[in-house]
């Protein structure tokens, strides 16, 4: 059974209540709940919160009846690894079945597309690693032209390279981590403390599919990308 997740805080001090504000028509989490539900390698769907009004919402949906998540998975503190170990155990609990792969979509990052869904679960099932982790690549490289300073204060090239790096294609590939789509094996998830114990794997996605909203700049630049992807007629 693939597992679907999506795990939805009430709390939210950049952007209040966030998860269900209503974003080009909808609640912002509908945007990653309705492709869980709608994606034909997604077997059962699971959200984790704490709040009453999001939780019976997606139960009516067809979300699996796991009850609210406890006080101490609920803080601003509380680590993501601890939410999906929760949410995987409840959710198998709820289906009688047995999980073969964990997927979790980010409440907050609704710009990406059933295809990305497709690709995280399909490398996954082929390379078999521990973990697959969506990324875009980096805006700014660290052996190029992300800079710290030393003792004295002088600036310097943060991972310098014998010879050093003039210009930007001839540095290596550096990734940012997009808090997007995750697939992580549930032996894994069970055992390890944190993300990158074991065989983490990229799925690189475009950078502006990646946008996670933090702020209410982010919340408008994502209501502007949406509309324009439904005017285009993305599937979204």
């Known amino acids: 059974m693939i597992l679907g997740h999506i795990g939805a805080r009430k709390g939210s001090k950049g952007v209040v209540r966030k998860n269900f504000r ?38 009516s949906k067809g979300a699996l009846d796991i009850g609210l998540r406890p006080a101490h ?3 601003d503190t509380a680590p993501k690894w601890g939410v999906w170990q929760h949410a995987m155990q409840t959710g198998q609990n709820a289906a009688g079945q047995e999980v073969t792969a964990f997927l979790d979509l980010d409440c907050t990052s609704p ?15 082929k390379d078999q690693p521990d973990m697959v982790m969506s990324v875009c690549e980096a805006r700014k490289n660290p052996y190029f032209n992300l800079v710290e300073p030393d003792e004295t204060g002088a600036l310097h090239v943060s991972k310098p390279l014998p010879g050093g790096v003039w210009a930007r294609q001839a540095a290596p590939k550096v990734y940012e981590h997009a808090a997007s789509t995750y697939v992580v094996a ?7 403390q944190t993300i990158y ?28 990308l949406l509309a324009d992807f439904l005017n285009r007629n993305e599937d979204v």
């Open 73 to 75: 998975l609920a803080t």
């Open 186 to 192: 549930p032996h894994y998830l069970r055992t390890a």
């Open 22 to 59: 209503e974003l080009n028509g909808k609640p912002l989490i509908d945007w990653s709940l309705d492709q869980l539900f709608e994606h034909d390698m997604v077997d059962a769907v699971v959200v984790s919160t704490d709040d009453e009004e999001i939780y019976d919402h997606a139960v």
């Open 111 to 125: 710009l990406r597309l059933a295809k990305d869904i497709t690709g995280a679960l399909t490398l996954f099932q």
């Open 197 to 224: 114990e074991g065989r983490v794997i990229p799925f690189e996605m475009p950078a502006e599919r990646c946008i996670d909203i933090d702020s209410p700049l982010d919340f408008a630049m994502v209501e502007f």
